[in-house]
């Protein structure tokens, strides 16, 4: 039977996980990386801090097996250790929006008020992917949709929506998504094509969330249906 020193080692092991997760902007960069590999400099503007804090950042994560890294050059490349941290990050989301009352009131004072901004879910957008009906835009960086897509998707950063507007057809329902349910860009994309009298509505979550569900699928793990 174990003795209390090595389990207190044990828990505290576990622990580490917890403590490297517990700083806002570390926690960013796990959203960031959510979406695909990317460098120290880009991760640093993505969070507006400078790159040696960012650096000490990452270090934490990569200290606690969250981040692994690369070198390309001079460039050091961070990417998310495994899907596991993903899905850690998804169920604190969840459990923080869960137990957590002022998460609603925090999550509207930086997204804004959603109530007229229509969803479309993941279950009804992968039955019209190939019908015609729509258009799927991808509002974040350019880097993230090389990383990875929604199949059909055209990568419109949203920093260049409003001058590529005219080029999406003006009859056909647009489909804007980006990082996840925190991510203001496909808020910000609806928004904008709205007063443009375009016909728009935004993913329910983000790019990850539909990596994973298309993830369960092809390994017959589960379904694409929200719950």
């Known amino acids: 039977m174990g003795d209390r020193q090595a389990k207190n080692a044990l828990f505290d092991g576990f622990a580490d996980v ?3 997760l517990g700083n806002g902007r570390r926690v ?43 070198r390309d050059g001079n460039r050091i490349y961070y990417e998310l250790a495994s899907d596991d941290v993903e899905q850690l990050w998804s169920v604190l989301r969840s459990v923080s929006q869960s137990h957590l009352d002022e998460v609603d009131d925090l999550a509207a004072d930086y997204l804004g008020n959603r109530d007229n901004l229509e969803e479309i879910s993941r279950d009804e957008l992968a039955q019209r992917l190939d019908d015609g009906t729509l258009i799927i835009i991808d509002v974040r960086p350019e880097t993230e949709y090389a990383a990875g897509h929604i199949r ?5 950063p949203i920093d260049q929506l409003a001058e590529r ?20 860009f496909a808020d910000d994309a609806v928004r ?4 443009r009298r375009r016909n728009a509505r935004r993913l329910q979550d ?14 017959g793990l589960g379904s694409s249906r929200s719950a």
């Open 18 to 20: 917890a403590k490297a």
């Open 28 to 70: 960013e960069l796990i959203d960031v990386l959510a979406q695909g590999e990317r460098h120290v400099e880009e991760l640093a503007s993505e969070i507006d801090q400078s790159v040696a804090n960012t650096s000490h950042h990452l270090q934490v994560l990569a200290a606690a097996g969250l981040v692994t890294t690369r």
């Open 152 to 156: 059909g998707a055209r990568s419109i």
């Open 165 to 184: 507007v005219r080029d999406l057809p003006a009859n056909v329902e647009v489909v804007a998504y980006c990082r996840g349910p925190y991510c203001v």
């Open 192 to 195: 904008l094509l709205r007063r």
């Open 206 to 219: 983000g790019y990850p969330e539909w990596r994973t569900a298309e993830h369960q699928i092809a390994h």
